[in-house]
């Protein structure tokens, strides 16, 4: 029933067409405009092609935006400009023209009444024979900027017709031998000029932008306004149903662009209508940016080129930036869609409140809740990407969309619905609530979200929204509600400004829901930003911190040290199950610091059994712990080694150190190596023995292929001194291993860095004995 009803909110307001259109065009006598270049003189209209000639002398190439950069490639535009400080215009003579010409097709774009269309000169260009503009899509340059002015001079010219298009429909104008032509249209709208067949065309444009505050037009249609209405009690009907009704406007906004105010064609009308039926249906309404994301399976053409990507006419990349034009990709209407595969929609930012500016959101939008009178797929997009046949994927065509939205939703749900998009806003009307007193209202708002907290909160977590979501934890004076506005947040997002905040929720909440809640914050740790090494320092200064409130504080900080040695000693185990000994031991020293920083913390909360914990881990007979100990024991100073317990590890790596450094040399003729352990397969068991056998370098091994990788795999992950290559003749191929003197290097240079870390070491340990 559902989508029955948003295909019909669509279709009742494809009714409703504004009064307007995309492009509006028309004419006044040449000489209403007085223009004189310097260098040239007054331009005479019609423009001669001798005249026409000199302004092109004076020109320069045209420049376009992509991105950030400013860039000239007559590939893409190929026209002369000249330079504005050499162009003057007679104002007052112009101004008696331009703004009654303003005002008619402030009218015929649909543009509000009450606002006045003004014009601002951006440039003069002058279009050669042959010369040309891809098509683009003009940004918008300021708040107020709706859309393009481009004033033809009167001149003899064969093509250069000027191409606007919107919504798959496509408007040609061409200049006037005799008359000034205007042709004014949407920023949002793709446009062209073609080349130049003969003759010169000589342009002004101008930015349009919109000035005044609109007055109410045309009501809607009563009985549409109703029907509509209908509509939106029944999308919001079902209890479980959509909570919100994305209706995709027609035409793109830019975020500074995006008002009430300034809305371009039919999407006046639309909104309007829209707008006044979720009045009437007892729902919230607010204008929206919305990002499609569409995935088709498609075709290209036979005749196509060969090339793909994200490319445009003549191969340039589509980009856009707020200072640059955009580019259309590359036959985006040029491949045969079959199949829409999938359609992602995405609420980028809307205008949250009347009188507040645009606000993200970047919430995905679930297919029940999107409808539109134009589907995505009958617009230009702003890119595409096509993936040709690649075996088991491909033949698809991606396309990208940026348009307006109205985004409606029942005022029952209005917390709700904002809560879901903006984490931080609802945090903030909560304390509103709860410091005005209206604690039934706060509690009651709060439950209300806890079906999609933790996905609102992971989208757009901060520090900031962690600290309020503290604040607002412990004002609403409820255990369980309380854990559910703070259970998304992680571990490592902890700081020490949060310490005074986390005490007062133990002294408030106890001790046993402080344990559940640290726990929950640990298994959501990140496993790509939170690694067992990240954020040693921030937790030894939140530690402190937390201590320094003293109790519970104190036992805060403990509960908090102790599920980072869990963490810490879980990665040490996993670094040493790692088969490649370089990685394991940088793996093992670059744990050795956030090891130091737990043991001092807890020296520091005289945490004596964690303390004790720590060091009988590192005191194990396994030596490929030492080089972990070893950066403890740099990263502490020795005089804080006794209430660290650091003094038996110190003793205890001195001990292993002086076994290894007392180790004889290896004999020049001794070439055993030994394999480490794991694999217990007949092949292994031989690659064992032969890498035992003292006397013997080389093994020559028939092994099939599979078995061959397997031999491979060992000696590589393990980086033993052997080389390994086959010899590719008989049945089968015959594995050569060979053991290199690399077997010396390694034990030399292990020699010098046990010699190093014992010399560190020991002189550690006698700075701290008493001296006679």
């Known amino acids: ?110 543009l509000p009444d009450g606002c006045t269309l003004e014009a601002e000169l951006h440039s003069m260009l002058v279009y050669a024979p042959g010369q040309f503009f891809v098509r683009h899509q003009d940004s918008e340059k300021s708040d107020d900027m709706v859309g393009s002015l481009v004033v033809t001079l ?50 002004l444009t101008y930015d349009l932008v919109l000035r005044g505050v609109s007055v109410a037009g045309q009501s809607p249609d009563a009985e549409l306004v109703e029907e509509l209405a209908r509509c939106l009690e029944m999308h919001f009907a079902e209890p479980l149903g959509p909570s919100r009704l994305v209706y995709l406007l027609d035409h793109e906004y830019t975020q500074r662009g995006l008002s009430w105010s300034r809305l371009k064609g039919d999407d006046v009308a639309r909104v309007s209508a829209l707008g006044m039926a979720a009045e009437r249906a007892r729902c919230e309404a607010v204008l929206a940016l919305v990002d499609v994301h569409e995935t088709w399976s498609a075709m290209e053409p036979e005749d196509q080129h060969s090339w793909r990507g994200r490319y445009g006419y003549g191969g340039w990349e589509n980009d856009e930036d707020e200072d640059g034009d955009s580019f259309d990709s590359a036959g985006s209407d040029e491949y045969e869609l079959d199949e829409l595969i999938e359609s992602t929609v995405t609420l980028d930012s809307w205008l949250g409140r009347p009188d507040g500016g645009v606000e993200e959101v970047g919430l995905i939008i679930g297919e029940d809740e999107v409808c539109a009178s134009t ?83 992971a989208r757009v977590v901060t520090t900031s929204l962690f600290t309020k979501a503290m604040r607002t934890a412990r004002l609403l004076g409820e255990p369980a509600t309380a854990a559910m506005l703070l259970k998304p947040f992680r571990l490592e997002q902890l700081v020490p400004s949060h310490a005074k905040a986390l005490s007062a929720l133990a002294a408030d909440y106890g001790e046993e829901w402080t344990r559940g809640l640290i726990a929950s914050w640990s298994t959501r740790r990140s496993p790509f930003a939170a690694d067992p090494m990240a954020g040693a320092a921030s937790l030894q200064r939140l530690c402190v911190g937390l201590a320094a409130c003293g109790d519970p504080g104190t036992s805060v900080a403990l509960i908090l040290l102790r599920d980072r040695w869990g963490w810490l000693r879980t990665g040490i185990e996993d670094a040493l199950r790692l088969s490649s000994p370089s990685r394991r031991a940088a793996s093992l020293a670059e744990l050795g610091r956030p090891v130091a920083a737990l043991v001092e913390g807890a020296a520091l909360l005289q945490a004596a059994e964690l303390v004790g914990q720590v060091a009988q881990f590192l005191c194990q007979d396994d030596g490929e712990l030492c080089g972990c100990a070893i950066e403890v024991l740099r990263a502490v100073p020795p005089s804080q080694w006794r209430v660290t317990s650091l003094d038996v590890v110190a003793v205890h790596c001195r001990g292993w150190l002086e076994k290894r450094v007392a180790r004889p040399l290896r004999s020049p003729d001794d070439w055993s190596v030994t394999l480490p352990r794991g694999c217990s397969c007949q092949d292994c068991g031989a690659l064992s023995g032969f890498l035992a056998d003292p006397a013997r370098r080389v093994f ?52 010098e860095r046990h010699q190093a870390d014992l010399a560190l070491v020991s002189g550690r340990i006698a700075s701290r004995s008493p001296r006679r």
């Open 1 to 110: 029933m559902t989508v029955d009803v948003r295909d019909q909110i669509g279709v009742l307001l494809s009714a409703a067409a504004g009064r307007g259109s995309f492009s509006a065009a028309k004419t006044s006598p040449a000489d209403d405009l007085g223009l004189e270049v310097r260098g040239v003189g007054p331009v005479e209209l019609p423009v001669s092609e001798e005249q026409a000639r000199q302004l092109c002398a004076l020109g320069r190439s045209a420049r376009y935006g992509k991105g950030n950069q400013t860039l000239v490639d007559p590939t893409v535009r190929n026209t002369w400009e000249i330079p504005m400080s050499r162009v003057k215009i007679d104002k007052r003579r112009w101004a008696k023209t331009l703004a009654p010409v303003l005002e008619r097709l402030r009218a015929d774009l649909g």
């Open 154 to 203: 009167p001149s003899s010219f064969t093509g250069g017709a000027l191409e606007v298009e919107h919504r798959g429909e496509t408007t040609s104008f061409r200049g006037s031998k005799k008359k000034l032509s205007f042709v004014a249209f949407y920023s949002d709208c793709r446009h062209q000029i073609k080349p130049v067949k003969s003759g010169y065309r000589v342009v």
């Open 375 to 457: 589907p995505s797929g009958d617009l230009v997009p702003r890119a595409s990407e096509y993936e040709g046949y690649m075996g088991n994927w491909g033949n698809t065509l991606d396309r990208w969309y940026h348009r307006g939205a109205l985004v409606v939703w029942p005022t029952r749900l209005d917390f709700a619905v904002r809560a879901e998009a903006s984490p931080s806003w609802a945090l903030d009307a909560l304390v509103g609530r709860l410091r005005g007193g209206d604690l039934a209202t706060a509690r009651a708002d709060a439950a209300m979200v806890a079906p999609f907290w933790g996905q609102s909160v």
């Open 700 to 751: 020559e091994w028939p092994l099939a292929k599979d078995r061959r990788r397997h031999v491979h795999s060992r000696i590589d992950s393990a980086e033993l001194p052997v080389s390994h290559q086959t010899r590719r003749k008989g049945s089968p191929y015959t594995l050569v291993l060979t053991k290199t003197a690399a077997l010396f290097e390694q034990e030399e240079r292990a020699r």
